[in-house]
Protein backbone atom coordinates (compact mmCIF):
# COMPACT_ATOMS: atom_id res chain seq x y z
CA UNK A 1 0.00 0.00 0.00
CA UNK A 2 2.63 2.60 0.82
CA UNK A 3 5.16 2.97 -1.85
CA UNK A 4 7.93 5.42 -0.21
CA UNK A 5 11.33 5.25 -1.32
CA UNK A 6 13.98 6.73 1.46
CA UNK A 7 16.24 9.48 0.42
CA UNK A 8 19.69 9.93 2.26
CA UNK A 9 19.33 13.16 3.50
CA UNK A 10 16.31 13.77 5.07
CA UNK A 11 14.79 12.35 8.50
CA UNK A 12 12.70 9.24 7.55
CA UNK A 13 10.05 10.12 9.87
CA UNK A 14 9.72 13.25 7.61
CA UNK A 15 9.77 11.72 4.95
CA UNK A 16 6.60 8.88 5.67
CA UNK A 17 4.51 11.66 7.43
CA UNK A 18 4.88 13.65 4.24
CA UNK A 19 4.28 11.22 2.42
CA UNK A 20 0.96 9.89 4.06
CA UNK A 21 0.21 13.77 4.13
CA UNK A 22 0.34 14.25 0.09
CA UNK A 23 -1.42 10.68 -0.19
CA UNK A 24 -4.33 11.92 2.19
CA UNK A 25 -4.42 15.62 0.54
CA UNK A 26 -4.88 13.96 -3.16
CA UNK A 27 -7.72 11.29 -2.06
CA UNK A 28 -5.88 8.36 -2.28
CA UNK A 29 -6.02 7.43 1.43
CA UNK A 30 -10.13 8.38 2.24
CA UNK A 31 -11.48 10.17 5.16
CA UNK A 32 -12.17 7.53 8.06
CA UNK A 33 -9.80 4.50 6.33
CA UNK A 34 -7.82 3.31 9.08
CA UNK A 35 -4.12 3.53 9.05
CA UNK A 36 -1.84 0.40 9.49
CA UNK A 37 -0.69 -0.25 13.03
CA UNK A 38 2.55 1.50 14.05
CA UNK A 39 4.10 -2.35 14.05
CA UNK A 40 2.96 -3.32 10.95
CA UNK A 41 3.67 -0.59 8.77
CA UNK A 42 7.67 -0.63 10.32
CA UNK A 43 7.44 -4.36 9.62
CA UNK A 44 6.20 -3.26 5.72
CA UNK A 45 8.79 -0.52 5.21
CA UNK A 46 11.46 -2.04 7.45
CA UNK A 47 12.19 0.48 9.44
CA UNK A 48 11.88 1.13 13.15
CA UNK A 49 8.68 1.27 14.76
CA UNK A 50 9.71 4.32 16.85
CA UNK A 51 10.10 5.92 13.07
CA UNK A 52 6.39 5.20 12.36
CA UNK A 53 5.43 6.48 15.54
CA UNK A 54 7.06 9.65 15.25
CA UNK A 55 5.40 9.91 11.99
CA UNK A 56 2.21 9.75 13.09
CA UNK A 57 2.59 11.90 15.86
CA UNK A 58 2.93 14.72 13.34
CA UNK A 59 0.12 13.83 11.46
CA UNK A 60 -1.92 13.75 14.57
CA UNK A 61 -0.65 17.18 15.82
CA UNK A 62 -1.55 18.58 12.42
CA UNK A 63 -5.30 16.71 12.31
CA UNK A 64 -4.26 14.64 9.74
CA UNK A 65 -5.08 11.73 10.95
CA UNK A 66 -6.72 10.73 15.09
CA UNK A 67 -6.14 7.82 16.94
CA UNK A 68 -9.41 6.11 18.85
CA UNK A 69 -7.75 4.15 21.58
CA UNK A 70 -8.35 0.44 21.47
CA UNK A 71 -9.40 0.78 17.37
CA UNK A 72 -7.23 2.07 15.54
CA UNK A 73 -5.56 5.41 13.76
CA UNK A 74 -7.98 6.97 11.16
CA UNK A 75 -8.02 9.62 8.59
CA UNK A 76 -9.02 12.97 9.22
CA UNK A 77 -11.53 14.37 6.28
CA UNK A 78 -10.73 18.17 7.03
CA UNK A 79 -7.37 17.71 5.08
CA UNK A 80 -8.38 15.77 1.66
CA UNK A 81 -8.07 17.94 -1.01
CA UNK A 82 -9.55 16.05 -3.96
CA UNK A 83 -8.03 19.02 -6.47
CA UNK A 84 -4.32 18.09 -5.37
CA UNK A 85 -3.84 15.96 -8.33
CA UNK A 86 -0.39 15.62 -9.86
CA UNK A 87 -0.42 18.76 -12.40
CA UNK A 88 0.53 17.16 -16.33
CA UNK A 89 2.03 19.13 -18.57
CA UNK A 90 1.05 18.60 -21.56
CA UNK A 91 -3.14 18.74 -21.44
CA UNK A 92 -5.16 15.87 -23.14
CA UNK A 93 -8.08 17.23 -24.47
CA UNK A 94 -8.87 14.34 -27.37
CA UNK A 95 -11.92 15.37 -29.15
CA UNK A 96 -14.40 12.01 -28.85
CA UNK A 97 -16.36 12.72 -32.13
CA UNK A 98 -12.90 12.51 -34.04
CA UNK A 99 -11.88 9.76 -32.36
CA UNK A 100 -15.18 8.12 -32.43
CA UNK A 101 -16.43 5.11 -35.00
CA UNK A 102 -18.87 4.65 -37.64
CA UNK A 103 -20.65 2.69 -35.48
CA UNK A 104 -21.21 4.91 -33.23
CA UNK A 105 -21.53 7.60 -35.46
CA UNK A 106 -24.66 5.69 -36.92
CA UNK A 107 -25.88 4.61 -33.69
CA UNK A 108 -26.04 8.67 -33.05
CA UNK A 109 -27.87 9.54 -36.26
CA UNK A 110 -30.01 6.71 -35.87
CA UNK A 111 -31.28 7.67 -32.33
CA UNK A 112 -34.20 9.50 -32.97
CA UNK A 113 -34.84 10.02 -29.36
CA UNK A 114 -32.01 13.05 -29.86
CA UNK A 115 -33.60 14.86 -32.39
CA UNK A 116 -37.15 13.84 -33.20
CA UNK A 117 -39.84 16.32 -30.99
CA UNK A 118 -40.06 15.03 -27.59
CA UNK A 119 -43.16 15.00 -25.13
CA UNK A 120 -43.11 17.66 -22.65
CA UNK A 121 -45.26 17.73 -19.30
CA UNK A 122 -48.64 18.32 -19.77
CA UNK A 123 -48.84 17.21 -23.15
CA UNK A 124 -51.29 14.67 -24.77
CA UNK A 125 -49.27 12.38 -25.98
CA UNK A 126 -49.90 10.03 -28.98
CA UNK A 127 -46.13 9.01 -29.39
CA UNK A 128 -45.81 6.25 -26.34
CA UNK A 129 -46.75 3.02 -27.12
CA UNK A 130 -45.51 1.48 -23.77
CA UNK A 131 -48.15 -0.47 -21.34
CA UNK A 132 -50.28 1.47 -19.76
CA UNK A 133 -48.28 1.15 -15.84
CA UNK A 134 -51.88 1.93 -13.89
CA UNK A 135 -52.62 -1.76 -14.63
CA UNK A 136 -49.39 -2.97 -13.57
CA UNK A 137 -50.14 -5.50 -10.64
CA UNK A 138 -47.95 -4.29 -8.10
CA UNK A 139 -49.00 -6.18 -5.53
CA UNK A 140 -48.65 -9.71 -7.18
CA UNK A 141 -45.15 -8.64 -8.91
CA UNK A 142 -44.24 -7.80 -5.38
CA UNK A 143 -45.70 -11.14 -4.00
CA UNK A 144 -43.62 -12.96 -6.94
CA UNK A 145 -40.32 -11.15 -5.45
CA UNK A 146 -40.53 -12.12 -2.31
CA UNK A 147 -42.13 -15.97 -3.07
CA UNK A 148 -39.29 -16.56 -5.56
CA UNK A 149 -36.37 -15.02 -3.63
CA UNK A 150 -37.44 -16.67 -0.60
CA UNK A 151 -37.23 -20.26 -2.66
CA UNK A 152 -33.94 -19.66 -4.75
CA UNK A 153 -32.20 -17.69 -2.45
CA UNK A 154 -28.88 -16.91 -3.47
CA UNK A 155 -28.97 -18.83 -6.52
CA UNK A 156 -30.74 -15.53 -8.47
CA UNK A 157 -28.29 -13.55 -6.72
CA UNK A 158 -25.44 -15.11 -7.79
CA UNK A 159 -23.83 -15.61 -11.81
CA UNK A 160 -26.23 -18.05 -13.53
CA UNK A 161 -26.34 -19.72 -16.87
CA UNK A 162 -26.25 -17.42 -20.39
CA UNK A 163 -29.54 -19.02 -22.04
CA UNK A 164 -31.16 -18.44 -19.34
CA UNK A 165 -33.14 -19.46 -15.70
CA UNK A 166 -34.16 -22.80 -16.54
CA UNK A 167 -37.80 -22.71 -14.99
CA UNK A 168 -38.08 -19.76 -17.28
CA UNK A 169 -36.58 -20.95 -20.24
CA UNK A 170 -39.22 -24.50 -19.85
CA UNK A 171 -41.89 -21.99 -19.28
CA UNK A 172 -41.56 -20.60 -22.67
CA UNK A 173 -41.44 -23.53 -24.73
CA UNK A 174 -44.25 -25.09 -23.28
CA UNK A 175 -46.10 -22.03 -24.16
CA UNK A 176 -44.76 -22.52 -27.59
CA UNK A 177 -45.73 -26.05 -27.71
CA UNK A 178 -49.24 -24.64 -26.77
CA UNK A 179 -49.48 -22.09 -29.81
CA UNK A 180 -48.74 -24.92 -32.06
CA UNK A 181 -45.24 -24.69 -32.59
CA UNK A 182 -43.20 -27.61 -33.02
CA UNK A 183 -39.75 -27.32 -30.85
CA UNK A 184 -37.76 -30.42 -31.96
CA UNK A 185 -34.70 -29.33 -32.46
CA UNK A 186 -35.35 -25.96 -31.11
CA UNK A 187 -34.23 -24.42 -28.19
CA UNK A 188 -34.19 -21.02 -26.76
CA UNK A 189 -32.20 -18.19 -25.21
CA UNK A 190 -33.50 -15.07 -22.56
CA UNK A 191 -32.24 -11.68 -23.76
CA UNK A 192 -32.67 -8.58 -22.89
CA UNK A 193 -35.82 -7.71 -24.22
CA UNK A 194 -36.28 -8.08 -28.09
CA UNK A 195 -33.99 -5.74 -28.70
CA UNK A 196 -31.16 -7.45 -27.69
CA UNK A 197 -32.73 -10.29 -29.35
CA UNK A 198 -32.32 -8.94 -32.83
CA UNK A 199 -28.84 -7.22 -32.37
CA UNK A 200 -27.46 -10.81 -31.20
CA UNK A 201 -28.82 -12.55 -34.12
CA UNK A 202 -27.72 -10.31 -36.64
CA UNK A 203 -24.55 -10.16 -35.12
CA UNK A 204 -24.52 -14.18 -35.98
CA UNK A 205 -25.68 -14.20 -39.22
CA UNK A 206 -25.25 -11.09 -41.05
CA UNK A 207 -22.00 -9.20 -42.50
CA UNK A 208 -21.96 -5.55 -43.66
CA UNK A 209 -23.18 -5.33 -46.88
CA UNK A 210 -26.18 -8.14 -46.70
CA UNK A 211 -29.26 -7.62 -47.98
CA UNK A 212 -32.41 -7.85 -45.61
CA UNK A 213 -36.23 -7.57 -46.46
CA UNK A 214 -38.53 -5.76 -44.22
CA UNK A 215 -41.82 -4.03 -44.03
CA UNK A 216 -41.94 -0.87 -45.21
CA UNK A 217 -42.91 1.38 -42.61
CA UNK A 218 -41.38 -0.97 -39.81
CA UNK A 219 -40.65 -0.89 -36.83
CA UNK A 220 -37.81 1.84 -35.73
CA UNK A 221 -35.65 0.19 -33.32
CA UNK A 222 -35.58 -2.64 -35.82
CA UNK A 223 -34.54 -0.41 -38.48
CA UNK A 224 -31.60 1.21 -36.72
CA UNK A 225 -30.33 -1.87 -35.28
CA UNK A 226 -30.38 -3.26 -39.08
CA UNK A 227 -28.45 -0.26 -40.12
CA UNK A 228 -26.04 -0.03 -37.51
CA UNK A 229 -24.78 -3.33 -38.39
CA UNK A 230 -24.82 -2.14 -42.39
CA UNK A 231 -27.47 -4.27 -43.32
CA UNK A 232 -28.36 -3.07 -46.49
CA UNK A 233 -32.39 -3.19 -45.61
CA UNK A 234 -34.24 -3.20 -48.62
CA UNK A 235 -38.50 -2.61 -47.76
CA UNK A 236 -41.45 -4.02 -48.71
CA UNK A 237 -44.31 -1.79 -48.80
CA UNK A 238 -47.15 -1.37 -46.93
CA UNK A 239 -49.92 0.46 -48.91
CA UNK A 240 -53.15 -0.32 -47.19
CA UNK A 241 -54.62 -2.85 -45.18
CA UNK A 242 -53.65 -6.08 -47.18
CA UNK A 243 -50.24 -5.49 -45.89
CA UNK A 244 -47.19 -6.00 -48.13
CA UNK A 245 -47.47 -6.88 -51.95
CA UNK A 246 -46.36 -10.70 -52.69
CA UNK A 247 -45.51 -9.87 -55.83
CA UNK A 248 -43.70 -7.27 -55.09
CA UNK A 249 -42.12 -9.73 -52.38
CA UNK A 250 -41.53 -12.21 -55.52
CA UNK A 251 -39.64 -9.92 -57.98
CA UNK A 252 -37.37 -8.41 -54.72
CA UNK A 253 -36.35 -12.24 -54.00
CA UNK A 254 -35.61 -12.86 -57.48
CA UNK A 255 -33.68 -9.76 -58.13
CA UNK A 256 -31.24 -9.64 -55.12
CA UNK A 257 -29.28 -12.59 -53.06
CA UNK A 258 -31.73 -12.06 -49.65
CA UNK A 259 -29.65 -12.91 -46.00
CA UNK A 260 -33.01 -12.94 -43.96
CA UNK A 261 -36.56 -11.58 -43.79
CA UNK A 262 -37.85 -9.59 -40.67
CA UNK A 263 -41.16 -9.15 -40.27
CA UNK A 264 -43.99 -8.05 -37.90
CA UNK A 265 -46.79 -10.42 -38.48
CA UNK A 266 -48.95 -9.58 -35.61
CA UNK A 267 -49.52 -5.95 -34.56
CA UNK A 268 -47.33 -4.58 -37.44
CA UNK A 269 -45.24 -1.65 -35.73
CA UNK A 270 -46.22 1.08 -36.84
CA UNK A 271 -49.52 0.02 -38.46
CA UNK A 272 -50.90 -2.00 -35.99
CA UNK A 273 -51.84 -4.47 -38.72
CA UNK A 274 -52.36 -8.68 -38.32
CA UNK A 275 -51.36 -10.29 -41.69
CA UNK A 276 -54.23 -13.00 -41.95
CA UNK A 277 -53.17 -16.72 -41.85
CA UNK A 278 -53.10 -17.21 -45.67
CA UNK A 279 -50.84 -14.39 -46.36
CA UNK A 280 -48.24 -16.08 -43.39
CA UNK A 281 -48.59 -19.18 -45.19
CA UNK A 282 -47.87 -17.76 -48.12
CA UNK A 283 -45.02 -15.74 -47.29
CA UNK A 284 -43.47 -18.46 -45.69
CA UNK A 285 -44.07 -21.11 -48.36
CA UNK A 286 -42.22 -18.46 -50.66
CA UNK A 287 -39.30 -17.96 -48.20
CA UNK A 288 -38.87 -21.66 -47.91
CA UNK A 289 -38.52 -22.18 -51.42
CA UNK A 290 -35.56 -19.92 -51.83
CA UNK A 291 -34.35 -21.37 -48.42
CA UNK A 292 -34.13 -17.51 -46.60
CA UNK A 293 -34.51 -17.53 -43.10
CA UNK A 294 -37.31 -15.64 -41.47
CA UNK A 295 -37.27 -13.36 -38.60
CA UNK A 296 -40.53 -13.20 -36.90
CA UNK A 297 -41.21 -10.77 -34.05
CA UNK A 298 -43.50 -12.02 -31.90
CA UNK A 299 -43.90 -9.08 -29.38
CA UNK A 300 -47.45 -8.90 -29.14
CA UNK A 301 -49.44 -12.01 -29.14
CA UNK A 302 -50.89 -11.89 -25.68
CA UNK A 303 -52.20 -8.69 -26.83
CA UNK A 304 -54.70 -9.97 -28.84
CA UNK A 305 -57.99 -9.02 -28.19
CA UNK A 306 -59.91 -8.58 -31.24
CA UNK A 307 -60.52 -11.61 -32.84
CA UNK A 308 -58.67 -15.64 -32.62
CA UNK A 309 -55.54 -16.37 -32.39
CA UNK A 310 -53.72 -16.27 -35.68
CA UNK A 311 -50.58 -18.94 -36.42
CA UNK A 312 -47.37 -17.35 -36.12
CA UNK A 313 -45.20 -18.27 -39.30
CA UNK A 314 -42.86 -20.13 -36.79
CA UNK A 315 -46.04 -22.93 -36.12
CA UNK A 316 -46.49 -22.58 -39.70
CA UNK A 317 -42.86 -23.82 -40.09
CA UNK A 318 -43.09 -26.76 -38.37
CA UNK A 319 -40.45 -29.25 -38.09
CA UNK A 320 -38.23 -26.87 -40.63
CA UNK A 321 -35.39 -24.78 -39.44
CA UNK A 322 -35.77 -21.52 -41.20
CA UNK A 323 -37.90 -19.35 -38.75
CA UNK A 324 -35.91 -17.49 -36.21
CA UNK A 325 -38.76 -16.29 -33.24
CA UNK A 326 -37.89 -13.35 -31.37
CA UNK A 327 -40.25 -12.38 -28.63
CA UNK A 328 -40.80 -9.87 -25.47
CA UNK A 329 -42.79 -9.38 -22.89
CA UNK A 330 -42.36 -6.05 -22.91
CA UNK A 331 -45.66 -5.19 -24.01
CA UNK A 332 -47.85 -8.15 -22.35
CA UNK A 333 -46.12 -7.08 -18.50
CA UNK A 334 -43.07 -4.66 -18.16
CA UNK A 335 -40.40 -3.42 -20.19
CA UNK A 336 -38.18 -2.48 -17.41
CA UNK A 337 -37.75 -5.95 -17.13
CA UNK A 338 -36.12 -6.35 -20.29
CA UNK A 339 -36.84 -9.55 -20.80
CA UNK A 340 -37.25 -11.29 -24.24
CA UNK A 341 -36.30 -14.52 -25.70
CA UNK A 342 -34.71 -15.77 -29.26
CA UNK A 343 -35.87 -19.62 -30.41
CA UNK A 344 -34.68 -21.27 -32.99
CA UNK A 345 -32.59 -24.09 -33.87
CA UNK A 346 -30.53 -25.36 -31.37
CA UNK A 347 -26.98 -25.12 -33.42
CA UNK A 348 -27.85 -21.35 -34.11
CA UNK A 349 -28.84 -20.86 -30.20
CA UNK A 350 -25.50 -22.79 -29.60
CA UNK A 351 -23.99 -19.72 -31.11
CA UNK A 352 -26.01 -17.15 -29.66
CA UNK A 353 -25.70 -18.35 -26.09
CA UNK A 354 -22.25 -17.64 -26.62
CA UNK A 355 -22.21 -14.38 -28.56
CA UNK A 356 -24.37 -14.08 -25.06
CA UNK A 357 -22.06 -15.06 -22.76
CA UNK A 358 -19.47 -12.63 -24.56
CA UNK A 359 -22.09 -9.43 -24.06
CA UNK A 360 -22.79 -9.09 -20.67
CA UNK A 361 -23.22 -13.27 -19.63
CA UNK A 362 -26.88 -13.47 -19.15
CA UNK A 363 -29.74 -11.70 -18.52
CA UNK A 364 -30.42 -10.55 -15.09
CA UNK A 365 -31.19 -14.25 -12.95
CA UNK A 366 -33.51 -12.60 -10.50
CA UNK A 367 -35.84 -10.39 -13.36
CA UNK A 368 -36.23 -13.73 -14.83
CA UNK A 369 -37.01 -15.54 -11.28
CA UNK A 370 -39.52 -12.80 -10.43
CA UNK A 371 -41.03 -12.98 -13.89
CA UNK A 372 -41.14 -16.78 -14.01
CA UNK A 373 -43.15 -17.04 -10.41
CA UNK A 374 -45.72 -14.39 -12.03
CA UNK A 375 -46.26 -16.29 -14.70
CA UNK A 376 -46.88 -18.98 -13.11
CA UNK A 377 -49.41 -17.22 -10.31
CA UNK A 378 -53.13 -17.18 -10.80
CA UNK A 379 -52.51 -13.62 -11.40
CA UNK A 380 -50.87 -13.57 -14.56
CA UNK A 381 -54.04 -14.85 -16.48
CA UNK A 382 -56.35 -12.02 -15.09
CA UNK A 383 -53.79 -9.74 -15.51
CA UNK A 384 -53.81 -10.79 -19.14
CA UNK A 385 -57.87 -10.74 -19.11
CA UNK A 386 -58.14 -6.92 -17.52
CA UNK A 387 -55.36 -5.51 -19.71
CA UNK A 388 -56.77 -7.17 -23.27
CA UNK A 389 -60.34 -5.30 -21.94
CA UNK A 390 -58.98 -1.74 -21.46
CA UNK A 391 -57.15 -1.98 -24.85
CA UNK A 392 -60.08 -2.84 -26.36
CA UNK A 393 -62.18 -0.11 -24.81
CA UNK A 394 -59.41 2.43 -25.87
CA UNK A 395 -58.92 0.94 -29.26
CA UNK A 396 -62.56 0.92 -30.25
CA UNK A 397 -63.01 4.84 -28.78
CA UNK A 398 -59.72 5.83 -31.18
CA UNK A 399 -61.27 4.07 -34.11
CA UNK A 400 -64.81 5.73 -33.68
CA UNK A 401 -62.93 9.62 -32.88
CA UNK A 402 -60.42 9.26 -35.74
CA UNK A 403 -63.72 8.46 -37.74
CA UNK A 404 -65.45 11.33 -36.70
CA UNK A 405 -62.89 13.74 -36.90
CA UNK A 406 -60.19 12.54 -39.08
CA UNK A 407 -60.09 12.94 -42.94
CA UNK A 408 -57.89 9.78 -43.81
CA UNK A 409 -57.45 7.89 -47.36
CA UNK A 410 -56.24 4.63 -45.05
CA UNK A 411 -57.17 3.50 -41.29
CA UNK A 412 -54.96 0.82 -40.33
CA UNK A 413 -54.59 -1.26 -37.13
CA UNK A 414 -56.63 -4.40 -36.20
CA UNK A 415 -55.94 -3.53 -32.00
CA UNK A 416 -52.66 -3.67 -29.89
CA UNK A 417 -51.92 -0.46 -28.36
CA UNK A 418 -51.53 2.06 -31.33
CA UNK A 419 -53.07 2.66 -34.91
CA UNK A 420 -51.81 4.20 -38.26
CA UNK A 421 -53.37 6.77 -40.46
CA UNK A 422 -52.13 7.32 -43.61
CA UNK A 423 -53.81 11.18 -44.93
CA UNK A 424 -54.23 12.74 -48.14
CA UNK A 425 -51.20 13.34 -49.93
CA UNK A 426 -51.88 17.30 -49.54
CA UNK A 427 -51.17 17.06 -45.73
CA UNK A 428 -47.50 16.82 -44.96
CA UNK A 429 -47.00 15.16 -41.32
CA UNK A 430 -44.23 16.67 -40.21
CA UNK A 431 -46.16 19.86 -40.73
CA UNK A 432 -49.40 18.93 -38.96
CA UNK A 433 -47.13 17.86 -35.81
CA UNK A 434 -45.56 21.22 -35.58
CA UNK A 435 -49.16 23.15 -35.60
CA UNK A 436 -50.43 20.22 -32.96
CA UNK A 437 -47.82 20.63 -30.56
CA UNK A 438 -48.45 24.25 -30.46
CA UNK A 439 -52.16 23.31 -28.99
CA UNK A 440 -50.22 20.15 -27.07
CA UNK A 441 -50.57 16.94 -28.96
CA UNK A 442 -48.12 15.32 -30.26
CA UNK A 443 -47.60 11.72 -32.34
CA UNK A 444 -45.06 10.07 -34.14
CA UNK A 445 -44.66 10.92 -37.63
CA UNK A 446 -44.61 8.00 -40.31
CA UNK A 447 -40.99 8.74 -41.64
CA UNK A 448 -39.23 7.50 -38.68
CA UNK A 449 -40.43 3.87 -39.83
CA UNK A 450 -39.67 4.51 -43.09
CA UNK A 451 -37.07 2.26 -45.22
CA UNK A 452 -35.92 3.34 -48.41
CA UNK A 453 -33.95 1.42 -50.46
CA UNK A 454 -30.51 2.34 -51.75
CA UNK A 455 -28.36 1.08 -54.28
CA UNK A 456 -24.41 0.91 -54.00
CA UNK A 457 -24.77 4.17 -56.11
CA UNK A 458 -27.00 5.84 -53.65
CA UNK A 459 -29.59 5.79 -56.18
CA UNK A 460 -33.09 5.25 -54.39
CA UNK A 461 -35.43 3.26 -55.77
CA UNK A 462 -38.89 1.09 -54.17
CA UNK A 463 -39.10 4.77 -52.12
CA UNK A 464 -42.39 4.53 -50.71
CA UNK A 465 -42.35 7.45 -47.91
CA UNK A 466 -44.44 7.78 -45.08
CA UNK A 467 -45.01 11.57 -45.61
CA UNK A 468 -48.05 11.55 -44.81
CA UNK A 469 -48.48 8.75 -42.23
CA UNK A 470 -48.82 8.67 -39.06
CA UNK A 471 -49.07 6.43 -35.99
CA UNK A 472 -51.23 7.44 -33.38
CA UNK A 473 -50.48 5.27 -29.62
CA UNK A 474 -53.26 5.39 -26.96
CA UNK A 475 -52.29 3.00 -24.35
CA UNK A 476 -51.44 5.16 -21.52
CA UNK A 477 -53.82 7.60 -22.63
CA UNK A 478 -57.26 8.52 -20.53
CA UNK A 479 -59.98 8.82 -23.03
CA UNK A 480 -60.97 12.03 -22.55
CA UNK A 481 -57.58 12.56 -23.97
CA UNK A 482 -58.12 10.50 -26.22
CA UNK A 483 -61.02 12.54 -27.36
CA UNK A 484 -59.51 15.77 -26.87
CA UNK A 485 -56.43 15.09 -28.68
CA UNK A 486 -58.05 13.43 -31.94
CA UNK A 487 -60.33 16.61 -32.19
CA UNK A 488 -57.35 18.42 -32.20
CA UNK A 489 -55.33 16.82 -35.17
CA UNK A 490 -58.69 16.54 -37.37
CA UNK A 491 -59.50 20.22 -36.67
CA UNK A 492 -55.67 20.81 -37.89
CA UNK A 493 -56.06 18.90 -40.72
CA UNK A 494 -59.03 20.25 -41.80
CA UNK A 495 -57.76 24.24 -41.45
CA UNK A 496 -54.54 22.20 -43.65
CA UNK A 497 -56.61 20.82 -46.35
CA UNK A 498 -58.65 24.15 -46.79
CA UNK A 499 -55.41 26.02 -47.18
C1 LIG B 1 -42.27 -4.26 -33.18
C2 LIG B 1 -41.75 -4.33 -31.80
N1 LIG B 1 -41.09 -5.43 -31.41
C3 LIG B 1 -40.62 -5.56 -30.16
C4 LIG B 1 -40.79 -4.57 -29.23
C5 LIG B 1 -40.28 -4.77 -27.84
O1 LIG B 1 -38.95 -4.44 -27.71
P1 LIG B 1 -38.19 -4.73 -26.31
O2 LIG B 1 -38.52 -6.13 -25.93
O3 LIG B 1 -36.76 -4.55 -26.58
O4 LIG B 1 -38.73 -3.76 -25.32
C6 LIG B 1 -41.44 -3.40 -29.60
C7 LIG B 1 -41.60 -2.31 -28.64
O5 LIG B 1 -42.02 -1.22 -28.93
C8 LIG B 1 -41.95 -3.29 -30.90
O6 LIG B 1 -42.62 -2.21 -31.28
Not at 28 to 52: C, D, M, Q, W, Y
Not at 160 to 188: F, R
Not at 474 to 477: D, E, G, I, M, N
Given at each position: ?20 K????N ?37 Y ?7 G ?5 L ?32 D ?19 P ?8 G ?13 S ?39 FTE ?22 H????K ?54 K ?11 N ?27 S ?42 H ?15 E ?12 Y ?18 H ?15 K ?38 NY ?6 G????K ?6 G ?14
Open positions: MFFIQFKENKKKYIQLSDYINMIEGSLTAGSKLPSTRELSEELKIGRSTVLKSYEILEVEEIFTIKGKTFINEKIKYNKNREFTNSSLINWEEHMNKYAKRAVELIMKWDSQYKKGMISFKSIADGDTFDIDFKRAFYNRLSLEGNLLNYGYAKGYKPLTEWLLKYMVDKGVNIEGKDILITNGGLNIVLSAICESGDKVLCENPTNTAIILKMREVNLIGINIKSREGIDIKELKELIENNDIKAVFLIPSYHNPTGLVMTYEREEIYSILSENIPIIEDWFAEELNYSGDHVKSITAIGGNNNVINIGSFSKILFPGMRIGWVFGDKSLIDALESIKRGLNITSFIDQGILYEYLESQFPQFIKRIRRRKLKYELMKEMIEENIKYELLGDGGLYMYVILPSIKVRALLKRCIKRGVIFTCGDVFSVSNEDSDGVISNKYENGLRLFSKLNSEIKKIRIIGEEIKEMLNE
